[in-house]
């Protein structure tokens, strides 16, 4: 069975940090491209971030969230991450990973629509 769990959130203050994971099992994440989504309550789903297949795959970030959020791959351990720093009271919302299969040659900002989602988890920012 193909599967992607979130895992890594939580509550935190104000300028605090987190790290989720996105561990897959059932395929190889190294041959998927991988996007961090977000939702609020009242808001629409946005992507935070993503990568491209492969060992080095190229990276996006939205303005919202660049300069404070990297993602990351460990293939060995079949997961990506996303540390977030200097969080904020906006980034707060569900969280989730996502996953498409895609040649390395292919950017992940050109993937609209992925095939595998995790059920998401909760970041909350607040004092």
């Known amino acids: 069975q193909l599967q992607l769990v979130e895992s890594g959130g939580g509550l935190v203050q104000p300028g605090g940090s987190l790290r989720l994971s996105c561990a897959a099992s059932?395929?190889?994440?190294?041959?998927?491209?991988i996007g961090w989504f977000r939702q609020a309550p009242g808001k629409e789903r946005e992507r935070v971030s993503c990568?491209?297949?492969?060992?080095?795959?190229?990276?996006y970030y939205a303005d919202s969230v660049k300069g404070r959020f990297t993602i990351s791959r460990d293939n060995a351990k079949n997961t990506v991450y996303l540390q977030m720093n200097s969080l904020k009271p906006e980034d707060t919302a569900a969280y989730y990973c996502?996953?498409?299969?895609?040649?390395?040659?292919?950017?992940?900002?050109?993937?609209?629509?992925?095939?595998?989602w995790g059920q998401g988890t909760q970041v909350t920012v607040s004092s």
């Open positions: 990568i491209s297949s492969g060992d080095d795959g190229r990276q």
């Open positions: 996502a996953a498409e299969r895609t040649p390395v040659t292919r950017r992940c900002t050109t993937v609209l629509e992925y095939d595998y």
């Open positions: 059932g395929f190889r994440l190294d041959y998927y491209a």
